[in-house]
């Protein structure tokens, strides 16, 4: 089945859509998709993939697809592996769980984090202890970093804001705009559920949080509001 799918991957190929998505996708030399191949697949064309082929792929060709340096093989492993989360059991929970955090290294890229550690890791951790979320936000790999803040969007859910909160502290000083972009945003999310727990976030830090975070942060609010606090006079 693995090869039946690596075909319709190259039936799918779209070459100007490819160089598009190279430069969108920063896979130039030094920046952080460097060395990144894109097949030019669009995410609704990998979707319908994963639907017909979600079932029918264990581990073994998951791990495949996410060592692949193909850029639409490795988001349709870990979209396929967020069905198989989804529709897993207990110990199989846990074994996709325990495979995705092994696999941090190839989850490199925005869109790979944003679409799976929300409903692997996130969901995984709802009732569990959530101590991996700090090893990953204190690590020093861009990814993994992402995948520690953007895991508590499955918190912020459930109106639990505590780890959103601990995790933005400790990549308050980050220095890379992914980071502070996705921190920003999972406050914000934080701000439509409970406003004054991201108000009580912001006029403890919204001095010294980078500019960018505190844009995101804040975007969702009053003018006159995101004017102060870009101002500083909040």
Known sequence: ML???KKEFLNLKNQEKARILQGF??????????GDIFLGIVVPKQRALVKKYW???????????????????????LLMLVKQYEKAS???KSAIFNFYLLNTRNINN??????????IVGSHLLDKDRKILYNLANSSHLWEKRISILATSAFIRNKDFE??????EILLKDKHDLIHKAVGWMLREIGKRNLQVLETFLKKHHKT????????AIEKLPEKTRKAYLDGTA
């Open 3 to 5: 090869e039946s799918l």
């Open 25 to 34: 996708f920063k896979t130039g030399k030094g920046e952080y998709g460097e």
């Open 55 to 77: 079932n029918l792929l264990d581990l073994g060709d998951i791990q495949e697809l996410l060592n692949s340096s193909i850029h639409e093989h490795r988001l349709t492993a």
């Open 90 to 92: 207990g110990k199989k």
């Open 110 to 119: 925005w869109d790979l984090v944003d679409l799976s550690a929300p409903n």
């Open 163 to 168: 780890d959103t909160i601990k995790i933005s």
């Open 209 to 216: 949080m980078p500019r960018t975070m505190l844009r995101y």
